[in-house]
Nanobody, 118 residues
Framework: QVQLVESGGGLAQAGDSLRLSCAAS????????MGWFRQAPGKDREFVAD????????SYADSVKGRFTISRENAKNTVYLQMTGLKPEDTGVYLC???????????WGQGTQVTVSS
């Protein structure tokens, strides 16, 4: 079981960069596939990126490919989301999720707000 806490959100202008962090407490962080999701007002939660627990493989939503990079430091129990070339449509609450050995996402943080102005 892990507890997740996101940080790094804030206000940005279009074209800016932000780096989000998700710190995990608990055991066996390396056994969790970690993902970033986001939810804009009035919209469903959507997948942004994830990084697998076994080989560190990454995947991205088409809308962020080439602009966002997910990474993890197992020694620090932390996963990051480097966001560049931010757009107003990237605005939302960004949530970190954990999926034990790549199963269903069963652990979530509270989220961090990202607001991008044009």
């Amino acid at each position: 079981q892990v507890q997740l806490v996101e940080s790094g959100g804030g206000l940005a202008q279009a074209g800016d960069s932000l780096r989000l962090s998700c710190a995990a407490s608990g055991r066996n962080f390396a056994l969790y596939t970690m993902g970033w999701f986001r939810q804009a007002p009035g919209k469903d939660r959507e997948f942004v990126a994830d990084i697998s627990w076994r080989a560190g493989r990454t995947s991205y939503a088409d809308s962020v490919k080439g602009r966002f990079t997910i990474s993890r430091e197992n020694a620090k129990n932390t996963v990051y989301l480097q966001m560049t070339g931010l757009k107003p449509e990237d605005t939302g609450v960004y949530l970190c999720g954990g999926a034990y050995t790549g199963g269903a996402y069963g652990y979530w943080g509270q989220g961090t707000q990202v607001t991008v102005s044009s």
